[in-house]
Nanobody, 127 residues
């Protein structure tokens, strides 16, 4: 069983909204530090947002106030609500899980030590 599976990507005009989902297997959403990353064509992967086991969230500066990360432990699902989308938000978005930093101040959108990656979902924002 694939641990993490993203969905919800698509193409929307600038200013629009999208909600990404990441279906997790087992108790990943309860036990792991969860995060969203993105990678635009020709660019390095970037951490977008993270949420810890206690619900504490962290965002990269470029998405603060526009994106909201959340999770539903009963549904074993991670979400990323994206609003006021800009063309520079165009990227493949990945969800990830890291057990090592769960419950610590180091739960943040960093790709060091990730245990599980999803396969990605493409988000395209047109100007």
């Amino acid at each position: 069983q694939v641990p993490l599976v993203e969905s919800g990507g698509g193409s929307v005009p600038a200013g629009g909204s999208l909600r990404l989902s990441c279906a997790a297997s087992g108790n990943i959403t309860r036990r792991y530090c969860l995060a969203w990353f993105r990678q635009a064509p020709g660019k390095e992967r970037e951490g977008v947002a993270s949420i810890d086991t206690d619900g504490r969230t962290t965002y990269t500066a470029s998405v603060k106030g526009r994106f909201t990360i959340s999770k539903d432990n009963a549904k074993n699902t991670l979400y990323l609500q994206m609003s006021s989308l800009k063309p520079e938000d165009t990227a493949t978005y990945y969800c990830a899980a890291d057990l090592r930093v769960a419950g610590t101040p180091f739960c943040e959108p960093s790709d060091y030590g990730i245990d599980y990656w999803g396969e990605g979902t493409l988000v395209t924002i047109s100007s």
